[in-house]
Each structure stands twice: as C-alpha cells, then as structure tokens.
C-alpha cells in the first residue's frame, strides 16, 4: 500500500510539473477571478445529479441480486466514492462492494460483480459516445488508437460475464483445472468466491433491465459532458459540445493511471492536454482544469463526508482490510 502511494506521488508529481510548466500563473489567477458563477452552479449542479443517477443505475444492477433501498444505495455510493479519492492506486473502487456487505445480506464478491457490470456499461457508453464525436472531429491518431484498445478492451470483458451468465457450468470447468493447481486450500475458497462474483452479473440475463441500464449510462454520460460544456461558458470558452464529449474521455482515460488521491496530476495534465487539441490556450486550458477538479472532487467530498456517519468503517479500517497481501482470501466471500 505505502509503496503504491509512493509510486502514485512520483506520477502525480511529474505530471504536475508538465501541467505547470511554462504557465503564466497571473493569468490563471486573473481567470479564476474572472469565472462567471452562474454558470459555476449550473455545473455543479449537473455534476449532483451525475451522483444520483448513479447510486440509482447501481441499484438497478444490484436488483437481481437483492433489492436495496435508495437511501443506503446514496449513503454507500457517496462515502464510496469518497474511498475512491482518497485511496490512491484506485485501491477505493472496493469500496462500495465492502460497505454494501457489510449493511446488507450480500456478498462482496457478488457486489464486486456488480461493479464490473457498472464499469464496462459505462466504458463501453463512453467509448460510444467517442467515436460518434470522431466521426465529425478529426482527432489524433494516438487519441483514437488508445480508444479502440480500450473498447476491445471493453467489449472482452462484456463477452467474459455473458459467458459467465449463460455458460455458467462451462466457464467454472475450465476454471477447475487452474484453481486445483494453486497451494492449500485456495481451490475451494476461490470456487466459493468466482461463484458469488458471478451473481453479480445476474443482470446481463434480464433483457429489460439491460436497455434500462444501457439508457441510464448514456443518460449520465450526457450529463457528464453537458456540465463540462456548461462550464465553458464560465470562462467564454467558445467550443462546440463534441468537444466536451472528447475532453471527457481523455480526462477518464487519464484517470486511469494510478496516481496520488484525489487525481492530483493526472486530471490537471489532461484536461489541459484535451483543451489544448482544440486550440486553447494552456494558461486558460489549466485555469478551467483546476475548477473541473475542484467542482468534480469537492461534490464527491461534501457529500461522502455527510454520509459518512451512516457507514460503519474508518479509512484505516478499509485500507487494512482491503490490503490483499495481509488480508486472508476468506474476506471476500
């Protein structure tokens, strides 16, 4: 965990000095003074809604599984994405999963299965969303090369939990013969664990709850991009919607990398990188980065901070228990 953290600030660090460097830092400050707050709100409000639709989609998905209520659906996703934040090397993204089981009668590992299907609906909308944008916006090579391998990427890890679903039996066969390989009394243990895990998929076998899934997905995303367009006009940056869409997907492919908590670095670096494709400025490119962070990871903040009380854990008790290498496998089933 210390040698994730530590890595995680070397590659913030560099990616800080890139974004800073060669940066008029009276025109930042003189940028952010001149920021028009209507607009501000507009997208912070956008960017609440972001974070109820989502504790509402994963509520869909967790519905084969076992129904839960909106409120602890909220409570969870918000200290959860707190987690996410403030644990580096992307370590948080259990955090949900961990909560959820300990409130409910579910398993973490069926929970875990649940964020899977969240995560590629959402790679998957995203990437969507991309190459409709680059169809009427000549893009960079490297931009559009990135996308395809994470689409396929995506769209792998789609066929992998299909497989799972329909082809249960076939798909632990072929798992046995690995599994029995393994020392002690892993075999069993993990048997026990892939089984719950692919509960979690359960959804992907209702027809229905999939096209619903599939608009709520599109539904965020489009929220998503339609507060980084609002914010545009908070500091008269005159680009197009596709644009947001693009800078968009740059910005989550950035946040990818493993870097310090809270996306320090990478979301700065990037950001500035997709504005500055678009002919703006980097002074004005950082000048909005740093108020998209700020307005994007203070939301997550406020609201994990009030639903803390109703999650039984402390940070240093989800970052023991998720720490696998002095966690016993049993923690997960």
């Known amino acids: 965990m210390f040698k994730k953290l530590i890595l995680g600030i070397l590659i913030s660090s560099l990616l800080i000095y890139l974004t800073f460097r060669g940066i008029d830092f009276k025109g930042v400050t003189s940028g952010l003074k001149a920021a028009k707050p209507f607009y501000l709100v507009c997208a912070l409000c956008l960017l609440i809604l972001i974070q109820v639709l989502r504790s509402y989609r994963w509520g869909i998905i967790l519905n084969p599984v076992k129904r839960v209520d909106q409120f602890s659906l909220f409570s969870v996703t918000s200290a959860g994405f707190l987690a996410v934040v403030a644990i580096p090397a992307r370590i ?5 999963p961990y909560l959820l089981s300990t409130q409910k009668d579910i ?121 980084i367009y609002v914010l545009f006009f908070a500091f008269d940056i005159d680009l197009p919607l596709s644009a947001a869409f693009v800078l968009m997907v740059i910005i989550i492919l950035g946040i990818t990398i493993p870097t310090a908590p809270g996306f320090i670095g990478n979301w700065h670096f990037f950001c500035v990188l997709g504005l500055t494709l678009f002919g703006i400025p980097k002074t004005d490119a950082l000048t909005y980065a740093i108020v998209l962070h700020f307005l994007s990871i203070g939301i997550i903040v406020v609201l994990g901070l009030i639903f803390l009380p109703f999650n039984k854990f402390s940070f240093l008790d989800i970052r023991q228990k998720l720490n696998f290498k002095n966690s016993s496998s049993c923690f997960f089933i």
């Not at 948080?92 to 949900?96: D, P, Q, S, T």
């Not at 391998?149 to 076939?170: E, P, V």
Request: with cysteine; proline share 5%.
């Open 107 to 227: 398993k973490m590992t069926s929970a875990v299965g649940t964020i899977l299907v969240e995560r590629v609906f959402d790679s998957l909308t995203i990437l969507l969303a991309f190459f409709i944008v680059v169809s009427f916006s000549p893009l960079p090579p490297w931009l559009i090369k990135t996308s395809i391998i994470f689409l396929f990427i995506s769209l792998a890890f789609l066929s992998l939990i299909t497989l799972c679903i329909y082809k249960r039996d076939y798909s632990l066969r072929i798992l046995t013969p690995l599994l029995k390989k393994l020392p002690g009394e892993s075999y069993p243990k993990l048997m026990v664990m892939i089984n719950h895990l692919i509960d979690g998929f359960k959804i992907i076998s209702h027809g229905k709850l999939i096209l619903f899934l599939a608009f709520l997905s599109i539904l965020i995303w489009v929220i998503d991009a339609s507060a």
């Open 92 to 96: 948080g993204e259990l955090a949900r």
